[in-house]
């Protein structure tokens, strides 16, 4: 079979080997898959050394969630990859294209207006995306988070929050594509430096304008009130001489009860976010019985978000918070963010460079069905998507090990804080609020966990005493 492939033309070569390299990797991540599965299928018991950490019905439950979550992860991948199968063997990509041509046309742009039908071309497969995607989202949302007392969102309130992710990332995504496209016409032989430093610049403006304008689009945010917590994190910020401008608590528990921190801004400019469900003394799932506040959020969340009361309190206490806070002000303090904005920058320019080498030759376009042009934006996609597919995965799992090394960094710059023991139940307790299953497969943890399991993490703490 080898042979006969290499003895076809180097179009249905790369082709052939697209699509192999596509499938092996589904296969490897369903191979995967299947022995985390099974760990979740036959580990029914706590083990011993997991006695004093989780009790049986907490157990049980992040059992029963991660093996829906992974049934359904299997299903919808064998969707995404039959899909995928089918666009390429079908020719999808070239209907799509011509599609937009005629999509454009009408408006009166010609062929020779390229980067109109590029943006027509972009709109029709976000909005292709969008549309088969939304079934399995749903399905995800209101049967398996439902189920297991996650979900805090209504039907209406989900389709109205896809409508608007949708037209935000048009209004995103067409004007930072129309000049990318028209930089790499116009800038010569060195044509992707200016695209690279073009990508930069748009990455640094998104991550600073992020939390301030495009997050309140869906989410409510709110100075943490004046009080004992405030004070506590603009200490521990004063003494690394973290550059803490403000801290917001985020309302995460209309869409969900899963919880989470960050911080972000540059130089002298930052911010922490709390979510609500963080923080036990503010989490309006913890309010059991009491009347819930009014919302005063405009009518795009009003009466939608369904906020249901838990039988057991959620969150951290203020020293847990604290010491999670240590633990992400020490991904600062140790350098990881820029470390990670120099990789994920170095390797754009890699990338930018390859495709600067790989764009001229006509047999990748030939191998994806476009006979009689090779339009830039296609270009990109057969690249960056296809051909690099590779090494992007070989980079993912390098980034995902590194990522591992930074997290024990973070807990031992926690730890020597002074805040080991609280991080120690501060990481218990938000493994059984978000039912994180404690049992991994070695092999599956190792490739897909950017995160050291919790078992790992408490031995690196050390044994601590609780309290």
């Given at each position: 079979?080898?042979?006969?492939?290499?003895?076809?033309?180097?179009?249905?070569?790369?082709?052939?080997?697209?699509?192999?390299?596509?499938?092996?990797?589904?296969?490897?991540?369903?191979?995967?898959?299947?022995?985390?599965?099974?760990?979740?299928?036959?580990?029914?018991?706590?083990?011993?050394?997991?006695?004093?950490?989780?009790?049986?019905?907490?157990?049980?439950?992040?059992?029963?969630?991660?093996?829906?979550?992974?049934?359904?992860?299997?299903?919808?991948?064998?969707?995404?990859?039959?899909?995928?199968?089918?666009?390429?063997?079908?020719?999808?990509?070239?209907?799509?294209?011509?599609?937009?041509?005629?999509?454009?046309?009408?408006?009166?742009?010609?062929?020779?207006?390229?980067?109109?039908?590029?943006?027509?071309?972009?709109?029709l497969a976000t909005l292709?995306?969008?549309?088969?995607?939304?079934?399995?989202?749903?399905?995800?949302?209101?049967?398996?988070?439902?189920?297991?007392?996650?979900?805090?969102?209504?039907?209406?309130?989900?389709?109205?929050?896809?409508?608007?992710?949708?037209?935000?990332?048009?209004?995103?995504?067409?004007?930072?594509?129309?000049?990318?496209?028209?930089?790499?016409?116009?800038?010569?032989?060195?044509?992707?430096?200016?695209?690279?430093?073009?990508?930069?610049?748009?990455?640094?403006?998104?991550?600073?304008?992020?939390?301030?304008?495009?997050?309140?689009?869906?989410?409510?945010?709110?100075?943490?009130?004046?009080?004992?917590?405030?004070?506590?994190?603009?200490?521990?910020?004063?003494?690394?001489?973290?550059?803490?401008?403000?801290?917001?608590?985020?309302?995460?528990?209309?869409?969900?009860?899963?919880?989470?921190?960050?911080?972000?801004?540059?130089?002298?400019?930052?911010?922490?976010?709390?979510?609500?469900?963080?923080?036990?003394?503010?989490?309006?799932?913890?309010?059991?019985?009491?009347?819930?506040?009014?919302?005063?959020?405009?009518?795009?969340?009003?009466?939608?978000?369904?906020?249901?009361?838990?039988?057991?309190?959620?969150?951290?206490?203020?020293?847990?918070?604290?010491?999670?806070?240590?633990?992400?002000?020490?991904?600062?303090?140790?350098?990881?963010?820029?470390?990670?904005?120099?990789?994920?920058?170095?390797?754009?320019?890699?990338?930018?460079?390859?495709?600067?080498?790989?764009?001229?030759?006509?047999?990748?376009?030939?191998?994806?069905?476009?006979?009689?042009?090779?339009?830039?934006?296609?270009?990109?996609?057969?690249?960056?998507?296809?051909?690099?597919?590779?090494?992007?995965?070989?980079?993912?799992?390098?980034?995902?090990?590194l990522s591992r090394r930074?997290?024990?960094?973070?807990?031992?710059?926690?730890?020597?804080?002074?805040?080991?023991?609280?991080?120690?139940?501060?990481?218990?307790?938000?493994?059984?609020?978000?039912?994180?299953?404690?049992?991994?497969?070695?092999?599956?943890?190792?490739?897909?966990?950017?995160?050291?399991?919790?078992?790992?993490?408490?031995?690196?703490?050390?044994?601590?005493?609780?309290?």
């Amino acid at each position: 079979m080898i042979e006969a492939i290499l003895g076809l033309p180097v179009d249905k070569q790369i082709f052939y080997a697209v699509l192999g390299f596509s499938w092996t990797v589904y296969l490897w991540e369903a191979y995967l898959s299947y022995r985390q599965r099974r760990i979740y299928r036959s580990t029914t018991q706590v083990p011993p050394e997991l006695g004093q950490i989780m009790d049986a019905e907490t157990f049980q439950k992040s059992r029963l969630y991660q093996l829906d979550k992974s049934n359904f992860s299997f299903w919808s991948g064998l969707y995404s990859e039959t899909e995928g199968t089918l666009i390429l063997v079908l020719g999808g990509i070239p209907f799509l294209w011509s599609l937009a041509g005629t999509v454009s046309g009408r408006f009166g742009f010609g062929p020779e207006y390229e980067i109109t039908q590029s943006l027509s071309f972009l709109t029709l497969a976000t909005l292709f995306s969008a549309i088969t995607g939304l079934p399995w989202s749903i399905y995800s949302t209101f049967v398996i988070e439902e189920k297991h007392g996650f979900n805090q969102q209504t039907l209406g309130f989900f389709l109205k929050d896809a409508m608007k992710k949708f037209a935000v990332t048009q209004c995103i995504l067409l004007p930072v594509t129309s000049l990318l496209l028209y930089i790499i016409k116009i800038g010569g032989d060195y044509f992707f430096i200016y695209a690279w430093l073009f990508t930069l610049c748009v990455s640094l403006v998104l991550v600073t304008i992020y939390a301030d304008y495009i997050a309140p689009l869906f989410d409510k945010f709110a100075p943490l009130p004046e009080g004992e917590l405030k004070t506590d994190i603009e200490t521990m910020a004063k003494s690394i001489s973290f550059p803490l401008t403000k801290v917001y608590v985020v309302e995460g528990s209309k869409r969900s009860s899963h919880s989470n921190a960050y911080f972000y801004g540059f130089f002298k400019n930052k911010r922490i976010v709390l979510f609500d469900t963080l923080l036990e003394d503010y989490s309006p799932l913890n309010k059991t019985g009491e009347e819930q506040p009014e919302n005063t959020e405009s009518d795009d969340t009003a009466s939608d978000p369904k906020v249901k009361p838990k039988n057991k309190k959620q969150g951290c206490n203020n020293s847990e918070i604290l010491a999670v806070l240590g633990h992400e002000l020490g991904h600062w303090k140790l350098g990881h963010t820029v470390k990670n904005i120099v990789i994920s920058q170095m390797n754009s320019f890699l990338c930018f460079f390859l495709f600067a080498v790989l764009i001229g030759r006509r047999e990748l376009f030939l191998a994806f069905g476009f006979h009689n042009s090779q339009p830039t934006l296609i270009g990109l996609m057969i690249i960056f998507q296809f051909i690099f597919s590779p090494y992007n995965e070989l980079l993912s799992f390098c980034l995902t090990v590194l990522s591992r090394r930074f997290e024990f960094q973070a807990d031992a710059f926690a730890m020597a804080m002074g805040k080991a023991s609280q991080l120690y139940s501060a990481l218990i307790k938000l493994n059984k609020d978000n039912l994180g299953f404690p049992v991994a497969d070695w092999l599956f943890s190792m490739w897909h966990y950017s995160h050291p399991p919790l078992l790992e993490r408490l031995r690196a703490l050390g044994n601590v005493k609780q309290d």
